[in-house]
T-cell receptor, first 116, second 112 residues
Framework: DTGVSQNPRHKITKRGQNVTFRCDPI?????LYWYRQTLGQGPEFLTY????????KSRLLSDRFSAERPKGSFSTLEIQRTEQGDSAMYLC??????????????FGPGTRLTVL | GDSVTQMEGPVTLSEEAFLTINCTYT??????LFWYVQYPGEGLQLLLK?????DKGSNKGFEATYRKETTSFHLEKGSVQVSDSAVYFC???????????FGQGTELSVKP
């Protein structure tokens, strides 16, 4: 079990550019979550998938944000036309609904985005 | 909507002191409650959890009891160590396997 991995770990971009992040969940975990964390705050929910289906999206997820999980394994989060307010740590987590511990979410190390 | 409120930090303690970090929640239904910890430079890790009223979660000397009557899940440890210095997050979910709602975090600093 290699844990949740995220790439890249750091991304610096200029305002207006598009960025894409990738998350690889724990193998065979069917749920995958995206959160955003700003300095001094707790993570805020963005969206989550069960297999390839996107089940819920937060109001925080504006139309510039899109997430996919095309084959029910890895997921990508894309931000178009980035703004300085998008600067944050983007966290991915996974869990296994139907397992003995369906509630526990395992978090990746995060991708830190800086928009200049 | 559902929410989690934690005591504000930072909290600074001497080694071997007693720790309490307060957490209260508002949630409909029967959520699970969690404490996650974030050590410097590392990702979020589950510290302990409780899935129903009166359950006690425990791990690494930390404990928290799910109190439905007071809607609380306070984190305690009898004797903290320098290595416990981290940010602690209380969280709840709407339902099994659902999204987590986090408090704002409490930074703990333990001095030798």
């Amino acid at each position: 079990d290699t844990g949740v991995s995220q790439n890249p770990r750091h991304k610096i971009t200029k305002r207006g550019q598009n960025v894409t992040f990738r998350c690889d969940p724990i193998s065979e975990h069917n749920r995958l979550y995206w959160y955003r964390q700003t300095l001094g705050q707790g993570p805020e929910f963005l969206t989550y998938f069960q297999n390839e289906a996107q089940l819920e999206k937060s109001r925080l997820l504006s139309d510039r944000f899109s997430a996919e999980r095309p084959k029910g394994s890895f997921s990508t989060l894309e931000i178009q036309r980035t703004e300085q307010g998008d600067s944050a740590m983007y966290l991915c987590a996974s869990s296994s609904l139907g397992s003995r511990d369906p509630d526990t979410q395992y978090f990746g190390p995060g991708t830190r985005l800086t928009v200049l | 909507g559902d929410s989690v409120t934690q005591m504000e930090g930072p909290v600074t303690l001497s080694e071997e002191a007693f720790l309490t970090i307060n957490c209260t929640y508002t949630a409909t239904g029967y959520p699970s409650l969690f404490w996650y910890v974030q050590y410097p430079g590392e990702g979020l890790q589950l510290l302990l959890k409780a899935t129903k009223a009166d359950d006690k979660g425990s791990n690494k000397g930390f404990e928290a009891t799910y109190r439905k009557e007071t809607t609380s899940f306070h984190l305690e440890k009898g004797s903290v160590q320098v290595s416990d210095s981290a940010v602690y997050f209380c969280a709840t979910n709407y339902n099994q396997g659902g999204k987590l709602i986090f408090g704002q975090g409490t930074e703990l600093s333990v001095k030798p």
